[in-house]
């Protein structure tokens, strides 16, 4: 499903960028390598998107066998993560555009970024796991007539 992508991506992506970071302050890569933090930081951006849109829409069918709390502190959890996919895909994008004695110190402020991100996502995975394994949300879809 859609939901896994962010977390797969969220997760890999500071273990990337770091290896990144260091290979380019090594002058071990081409300085071209920082478009794989900004592809996969647009990559994150966008699934974050995707998932957080998809359980808005999945929200009244949910909440049917679920306690809004619940459902509301997961989806306050992706929200959180969706701006700061945001705040990556837009710190990959600056450094392309800085002098390059900058690029290096926003690099790593991406990289810290990513770091905070994975962490959201460590919060936001178990939270939406939760919801399937504990509340039964899946039961919604059993039940689910055409509206």
Known sequence: MII?????????LPIIALLVIWGLAK???PSKTWF??????????????AAVELGERE????KKVVDHDFIHEHAEAAENVE???????ALSVVV?????LWQQKVQ???????????????RTGPLGAELVYKHDAGSAYLHKTKE
């Open 4 to 12: 896994h992508f962010p977390l797969v991506l969220g997760t890999t």
């Open 27 to 29: 002058k071990r890569f």
């Open 36 to 49: 794989v933090c900004v592809a996969l930081a647009a990559l994150f951006a966008g699934s974050s998107f």
């Open 59 to 62: 929200v009244k069918t949910v």
């Open 83 to 89: 701006w700061l996919s945001y705040v990556l895909l």
């Open 96 to 100: 392309l555009f800085v002098k390059p």
């Open 108 to 122: 790593i402020l991406f990289f810290i970024v990513s770091l905070v991100a994975a962490g959201f996502l460590i």
